[in-house]
C-alpha cells in the first residue's frame, strides 16, 4: 500500500524547506516519515493513510481541551463570520486580556502578539529598554524562540558569553547573551557578581518543557528572585509553554505556593492562551509595560496583533480551563500516565524517570529526573528512538525529540491511558 505521508513529505520536500514549517516536524531526530495530519478531534488525530494516534503532542501545548472543542469551534464560527482582521482594536482584545491577567496577577498589563518568538522577542527588548541595559542571562536548554539575541549556547566557561547557534546571527548579536546552566547556582552569583549591574533581565523556563521536563529547583529560584531584586534585574518568566498549560496561574502560581511571595517581573506566554491560533502575549507591572508604545519609547507592533479570530479561540479556551474541577482531572489524567509509563519501564528494566505537573510531563530514560541540559544529554537517544517509533507503530503519538516535553488534554480519556500505558509496556520489552 502507498504510503501517503511519504508521498506527501517527498511532494512538500520540492516546495518547502525540509518540506516542513517548523524542523522538529521533520523527525530529523528520530528518524523515518513524519505522520501528515489529516483531522484531529478530541484527544487524537489520523494521518494522511487514516492511521488513528493518540496525541500527546496537541500542537506542542495549545489543545488542552483536546481538538475542535464544541465551545472553542463555535466560538470560533461566529468571530469568523464577524470578519478576520481588521488592524484596528476590538472589545474581545479587552476581554481576553482581562481574562489572562485575572489568572496571572504579577501581571498588570499584557501586549498581545501572534507568536511566542515575537513575544520573547518583544519582553527582551521591553526590559532592555525599561532597564537602560543590554545584557541578559538565559540557560542552556531553555528555548525563548528564534529571535537572533537568543539563539545562543554556553560559551566556555561558567560566566561567558554565548555564541550564535544559528548561521545568520551575527556574533556581536549575542555578545551581550550571557548563557548559563539552569540551576546551578554557583554559576548565577558568579556571573551577577561580574554583571549584575549590567544586567537588564534573566530570562527563565520555569519549567523547562524544552530540556523535556526539567524543574527550575527552589532554591534555584530563590536566588534568581533574590539577586534580580538585589541588582535591579527584571525576573522574565517564558512560560509560552507553562502557561496556562501546569496550572491556571501558570508555572509561577506553583512557585508561589513554594516561594512565599514570589512573582517575576514579566510573563512572556503562548500555545494555550491562543487555543491553537497564533497568539501570544507578554506583561508585567504597569510601570514596565507602559514603557512600550505608544506610551514609551520601546517600539513593538504587529498587523495581526490581537486578531479576532485568534482571542476568540483563545478566550473560549481559557474560560473552559477556568471551570471548577478542571485542573484537578486534568492532573490527575496526567498523573495516571506518568504512574502507569513509570510502571511498564520498571516491570521491563528500563532505566526511567518522569514528572509531570497540570497537563504536562516529562520522561527521561534515566534512573534519576535530569536538572540541567548536560544531563539530559546523556539519554540514550538511539534507545529514545525506538521507543519513539516503538510507540508510533502502536498508534501513540509523542514528541519526536527526546528533548520535548508531552501534553496531556481534557478529552484523554483514562482508557486512552491504559491503551497508551499497554502499548508502552510491550515496546519498553524490546528495548
Ligand atoms: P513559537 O514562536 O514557536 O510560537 O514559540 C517559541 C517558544 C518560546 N518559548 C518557549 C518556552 C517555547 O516552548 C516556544 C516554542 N516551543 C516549541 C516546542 N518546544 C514549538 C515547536 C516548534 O518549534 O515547532
Known amino acids: 500500500m502507498t504510503d501517503r505521508n511519504q508521498t506527501l513529505f517527498d511532494r512538500a520536500a520540492q516546495v518547502i524547506p525540509g518540506g516542513v514549517n517548523s524542523p522538529v516536524r521533520a523527525f530529523r531526530a528520530v528518524g523515518g516519515t513524519p505522520r501528515f495530519v489529516q483531522r484531529a478531534q478530541g484527544a487524537y488525530f489520523w494521518d494522511a493513510n487514516g492511521q488513528k494516534y493518540i496525541d500527546y503532542i496537541g500542537s506542542w501545548g495549545p489543545m488542552i481541551l483536546g481538538h475542535g472543542h464544541p465551545a472553542v469551534l463555535e466560538a470560533v464560527q461566529k ?69 537572533d539575541a537568543l539563539l545562543v549556547k554556553a560559551g566556555s566557561g561558567l560566566a561567558t558569553f554565548g555564541n550564535p547557534t544559528s548561521a545568520g546571527v551575527p556574533p556581536e548579536v549575542v555578545r551581550d547573551t550571557l548563557v548559563l546552566e539552569y540551576n546551578n547556582i554557583t554559576a548565577l552569583e558568579e556571573a551577577f557578581a561580574l554583571h549584575g549591574k549590567e544586567l537588564a533581565c534573566v530570562m527563565i523556563e520555569p519549567i523547562a518543557g524544552n530540556m523535556n521536563f526539567v524543574r527550575a529547583s527552589v532554591p534555584f529560584m530563590t536566588r534568581c528572585r533574590e539577586l534580580c531584586t538585589e541588582h535591579g534585574a527584571l525576573l522574565v518568566f517564558d512560560e509560552v509553554m507553562s502557561g496556562f498549560r501546569v496550572a491556571l496561574g501558570s508555572a509561577q502560581s506553583v512557585y508561589a505556593k513554594l516561594i512565599p511571595g514570589f512573582k517575576p517581573d514579566m510573563t512572556v506566554l503562548g500555545k494555550v492562551i491562543g487555543g491553537g491560533m497564533p497568539l501570544a502575549a507578554f506583561g508585567g507591572p504597569r510601570e514596565i509595560m507602559r514603557e512600550l508604545a505608544p506610551t514609551g519609547p520601546v517600539y513593538q507592533a504587529g498587523t495581526l496583533s490581537g486578531n479576532p479570530v485568534a482571542t476568540a479561540c483563545g478566550l473560549a479556551t ?96 483514562e482508557a486512552d491511558i491504559a491503551e497508551t500505558v499497554r502499548v508502552a509496556g510491550e515496546v519498553f520489552k524490546t528495548l
Open 79 to 147: 468571530a469568523a463570520l464577524d470578519g478576520f482582521s481588521f488592524g484596528a482594536p476590538t472589545e474581545r482584545e479587552i476581554e481576553l486580556a482581562e481574562e489572562i491577567l485575572k489568572h496571572v496577577p504579577s501581571m498588570e498589563m499584557v501586549r498581545l502578539v501572534s507568536s511566542g518568538t515575537e513575544a520573547g522577542m518583544s519582553a527582551l527588548r521591553l526590559a532592555r529598554g525599561a532597564t537602560g541595559r543590554t545584557k541578559f542571562i538565559k540557560f542552556e536548554g531553555c528555548y525563548h524562540g528564534h529571535a
Open 318 to 413: 481559557l474560560r473552559e480551563i477556568a471551570k471548577p474541577g478542571f485542573w484537578d482531572a486534568l492532573s490527575a489524567r496526567t498523573q495516571s500516565l506518568v504512574d502507569g509509563l513509570k510502571g511498564v519501564a520498571a516491570h521491563a528494566g528500563v532505566p526511567f524517570s518522569a514528572d509531570c505537573q497540570g497537563g504536562m510531563f516529562g520522561f527521561f530514560l534515566l534512573p534519576e529526573l535530569a536538572q540541567n541540559y548536560a544531563q539530559v544529554m546523556t539519554s540514550d537517544s538511539p534507545k529514545f528512538n525506538k521507543l519513539f517509533h516503538g510507540l508510533l507503530d502502536g498508534g501513540v503519538y509523542i514528541a519526536p525529540a527526546l528533548y520535548e516535553a508531552g501534553f496531556v488534554s481534557a478529552a484523554h480519556t
